[in-house]
């Protein structure tokens, strides 16, 4: 999950969430049962999927799988954690993840008045570590992503107030009130459309698909426990970084900091536009193929990649749906963030006067299908930021 249009600061947030004391306790009672249990914390009520969908490399004998789905394995980052598994280069590693709020299938029963009081300290549950023989301090990891899957039929966009930073304050209707909308698809389905009907007005749309993790990672440089929010929480480790060209294809290298690299992932999204920006994506239960390469005595400082594509969600519309254009909106001004709130605020307003969304349906359509881009930064002292929306995947 990304927060980059909240008024709420970075830093505020993590405090939020982390300082509090309901959260502090629950962080508490979570981090030590975690820390005492050999094989991850039980989830009530949840049972084994009944679908594991990724599919193996060819020839690679079959994907050894790592349950996160039925049990919590770990929601911090923290080098001391032991592995679960140690695998081989070039072996495959199939992860069960839960989804980044930790609530499964309630996602489809939550009440927008349940957003305001979601156990925050559950963010974000991750599957791993996993350690990878070879890979020591001064070695760069390559993770190469096999297969990413849904192991449900839904996804969901959750807005909160104290985050619904692009809906301005002055709004007569819907100025950031809780809200939940829910996105349908099938289990296992990895390209073509999700399904919106916006839960304010009816609306229709297919949301482009591209299935990948918000959070893929390795042990953090330092010694400490760190949440799972912000990403690079210490050294270029990755973590939350809601790349979402991420997709199955990618190579993503990582800096090694700890014997083993102590590999984890979670935070499944069937679809996101760049910069995430209501807080969510289509976020959902995955499943994802890795497999690993130590590339040794090699320096990086932050993740890198080899993606399929910079849009990967354009390969799921049709030539009569790109036929169609994109509309695209504009913020201009000497700060980058202000920018980028003015171009989500007009689509957003686009979207209500053109297309007949509410504004919170139109905020969550910019957060799974809207783009993001630093359009031009070198006429100072005025740069420009755009967001484009497929105009073709409203449904007449």
Request: charged content about 20%.
């Amino acid at each position: 999950m990304c927060f980059v249009h909240s008024e709420v600061s970075r830093r505020t947030f993590i405090e939020q969430i982390s300082l509090g004391a309901a959260a502090a306790a629950a962080v508490s009672g979570v981090g030590s049962a975690l820390a005492a249990a050999g094989e991850g914390v039980a989830a009530a009520a949840v049972r084994t999927p009944d679908l594991m969908v990724a599919q193996a490399p060819p020839g690679g004998g079959g994907a050894r799988t790592l349950d996160g789905f039925s049990k919590v394995m770990h929601n911090r980052f923290n080098q001391d954690i032991p592995a679960f598994a140690t695998v081989r280069e070039g072996e495959a590693v199939q992860f069960l993840c839960r989804d980044a709020l930790d609530i499964g299938t309630a996602a489809t029963t939550l009440k927008p008045d349940g957003v305001l009081t979601l156990d925050l300290a559950k963010v974000h549950p991750l599957t791993g570590p996993v350690a990878i023989e070879g890979a020591e301090p001064g070695d760069v990891l390559e993770v190469e992503i096999v297969d990413v899957a849904p192991l449900v039929d839904f996804g969901c966009v959750t807005i909160g107030p104290a985050l619904a930073g692009a809906i301005p304050e002055d709004q007569p209707f819907n100025s950031g009130a809780p809200f939940v909308q829910i996105f349908t698809f099938n289990k296992g389905q990895n390209t073509g459309f999700a399904s919106f009907v916006g839960k304010d007005t009816g609306r229709k749309a297919q949301i482009p698909i591209a299935p990948f993790m918000g959070i893929y990672g390795v042990a953090p440089l330092r010694k400490g426990m760190y949440r799972t929010v912000p990403p690079n929480v210490s050294g270029g480790m990755g973590g939350n970084t809601d790349i979402k060209q991420f997709t199955k294809g990618s190579k993503i290298y990582y800096p090694v900091y700890v014997k083993g690299a102590k590999f984890s992932v979670g935070d499944g999204h069937m679809a996101q536009g760049d910069g995430e920006v209501c807080v969510t994506a289509i976020e959902t239960l995955m499943a994802v193929t890795c497999r690993f390469k130590v590339i040794k005595n090699t320096i990086i400082e932050s993740p890198q990649a080899i993606v399929p594509a910079a849009n990967p969600t354009d390969f799921a519309m049709t030539k009569e749906m790109l036929a169609k254009g994109f509309y695209q909106t504009t913020g201009v001004g000497p700060d980058l963030m202000t920018d980028a709130k003015k171009a989500v605020r007009a689509m957003i307003d686009w979207l209500v006067r053109d297309q007949g969304l509410s504004l919170h349906e139109a905020y969550a359509i910019c957060s799974v299908a809207g783009d993001l881009k630093i359009s031009e930064i070198v006429d100072i002292p005025n740069w420009v930021v755009s967001m484009t929306v497929p105009r073709g995947i409203f449904q007449s």
